[in-house]
C-alpha cells in the first residue's frame, strides 16, 4: 500500500497552487480520502474529506478557498488550494479510510486505515 503526495513547494501569499496523492495497494474508489496537515511546531489539523460517494467536508479555515476532488480512474485525490495565506504553511498528508462515519471526524494517523508521507506547502508573505 501506498500514498505518495507531491505538488508542494514555496508559494507566494495570495497565490495557488495543487497537491496531488496516488494511491496504490487497494481498492482506492471504496475509500474515503482525507488530507490533514501539520503546521511547524503545531498539531495534526483535518483539512478536507471526500468520501467514496463524492460527497465532501472542509474545516472551516479552508471553506472557499480549498478544493478536494478525486479521481477514481487514476487512484488520485487532489487539493487545490487558492488564496494562500502564509498560515497555511505545513507539511500536507493524505489519508485512507474504508468506514467513515458521517458527522465524525478523524484526525491522527491511527484513526485512518492508510496514511501517506505528507508534502511540505511554504507560503510566504
Known amino acids: 500500500v501506498q500514498l505518495q503526495a507531491c505538488g508542494g513547494g514555496l508559494v507566494q501569499t495570495g497565490e495557488s497552487t495543487r497537491l496531488s496523492c496516488a494511491a496504490s495497494?487497494?481498492?482506492?474508489?471504496?475509500?474515503?480520502m482525507s488530507w490533514l496537515r501539520q503546521a511547524p511546531g503545531k498539531g495534526l489539523e483535518r483539512v478536507a474529506d471526500?468520501?467514496?460517494?463524492?460527497?465532501?467536508a472542509y474545516t472551516d479555515f479552508v471553506k472557499g478557498r480549498f478544493t478536494i476532488s478525486r479521481d477514481n480512474a487514476k487512484n488520485t485525490v487532489y487539493l487545490q488550494m487558492n488564496s494562500l495565506k502564509p498560515e497555511d504553511t505545513a507539511v500536507y498528508a493524505c489519508?485512507?479510510?474504508?468506514?467513515?462515519?458521517?458527522?465524525?471526524?478523524?484526525?491522527?494517523?491511527?484513526?485512518?486505515?492508510?496514511w501517506g508521507q505528507g508534502t511540505l506547502v511554504t507560503v510566504s508573505s
Open positions: 495497494g487497494f481498492r482506492f474508489s471504496s475509500f474515503a
Open positions: 471526500i468520501m467514496n460517494d463524492g460527497k465532501i
Open positions: 489519508a485512507a479510510k474504508l468506514t467513515y462515519n458521517r458527522g465524525t471526524y478523524y484526525y491522527t494517523p491511527n484513526e485512518y486505515d492508510y
